[in-house]
Every structure is written in C-alpha cells, then in structure tokens.
C-alpha cells in the first residue's frame, strides 16, 4: 500500500507549531541570559562596595576578591607612576586611571581610593559610571567593578587608598570572561575575537 503524501495544510500546521517551539525557546533563553547576566553584574557591584570599605575597616573581602601588597620594586614603580612597568602587567598594557573621592559626608574618617586598570586591549568607559549626590565612595567603587565584569578582558588591577600602600586585587572570578554567565561569556569572547562573524561561531 502507497502512502499518501501530507497535504500542504498538514505541512504548514506543522511548520507553525516548530516555529512557535523554537520562538518559545529562543525568547526563554534570550530571558535566562538576561537574568544570569544582571545577577553577574550585582555580584560585581556588591563584590566593590566590599573592597572598598574592606581597605578602609580592614574587614573580609568579597568572595573570589584578594588583596596583595605591592614588592618593593613595584611599590616604587607605582609611587613613580610607571604603572605599565610593574612585573605582570600584559606588554602594551591601556591605563585607565580612577580616583574615587572620599565621602563628601565622612571626609574626617574616609579616605579617596585610586584604582589604576591596566588591561591588554581596552580601556574602560568612565564616563558610564553613576553620579549622584549623596553617593559614597563605596558605591563608587562597586560601579567600577561592575563595569569591570561587563567587558571581556583578563585586566591587572593596582589600588591605593588614601596615602596607603600600593596593593594588587585579584578578581578574576568577578570580572574575568569566565566569571560571566556561559552564554554571556562565549558572546563577549566572540565578539572579541570576530566581530559580526561570532554568530557562526559561539
């Protein structure tokens, strides 16, 4: 017995319903992402606020955020401004320079934070970060984190607060690409690396 070949109303009846399937899935992993990808970035700004008044109370830092002293010779280049010298830093390394400002509220007890980025390709768009009155240099300093976790890039971090010692802050695990969400992350290293061509590829 021949079969008989499905009408063209059968096909189209079909068609619709895989087309709405795939809209569905595509509109809740355009929603997941979005929300991974905002929950990374809180994680970033709260991880900030804690360095900041970590420096300053000498309390725990956030989870996956450390602290080390600057070597001597380090300390030196720093004092010096030779911040692209200091052992570590990626060759041709782009500066972006932050001065947080002591709490116009606190100016008795709080102290201004210095943040020097010293990334292999980018430099960083200050011009994004909030201000408004009233805002404390810790959230100051979580926005600069945040805005650290929503670039691709692997940056050498030095700070300074106040007249303090140079220190080193390691926080891959904030702000690195592989602290992003998996989708958000293969994205970003895509678009990196190729542009337009990164939807063939990620």
């Known amino acids: 017995m021949i079969a008989r070949p499905l009408s063209l109303r059968v096909w189209t009846q079909t068609l619709a319903f895989a087309a709405a399937l795939l809209g569905g899935a595509v509109v809740w ?5 979005n929300a991974e990808w905002r929950a990374h970035q809180a994680r970033a700004y709260n991880a900030g ?3 900041y008044t970590g420096l300053q109370n000498g309390t725990a830092q956030a ?3 450390s602290v080390a002293l600057l070597s001597d010779a380090d300390r ?3 004092r010096a401004g030779r911040f692209r010298d200091i052992s570590g830093v990626p060759r041709a390394a782009r500066e972006t320079f932050v001065p947080v400002l002591a709490d116009a509220a ?5 102290a201004p934070l210095t943040m020097v980025i010293l990334s292999p390709d980018l430099v960083y768009p200050l011009a994004d970060l909030p201000n408004r009155a009233g805002q404390t240099a810790a959230e100051t300093t979580g926005a ?7 670039y691709c890039s692997d940056p050498v971090v030095i700070a300074q607060l106040g007249r303090g010692p140079w220190v080193r802050v390691e926080a891959a695990a904030v702000w690195g690409c592989d602290a992003a969400p998996p989708i958000c992350a293969c994205l970003r290293r895509c678009w990196r690396r190729w542009g337009w061509r990164c939807w063939s590829r990620c």
């Open 29 to 33: 992993i355009w929603m997941q992402s």
């Open 49 to 51: 606020v804690l360095f």
């Open 63 to 65: 989870k996956g955020v």
């Open 76 to 78: 030196a280049l720093a």
């Open 106 to 110: 606190n100016a008795r007890t709080g």
């Open 144 to 150: 600069v984190f945040r805005t650290l976790a929503s």
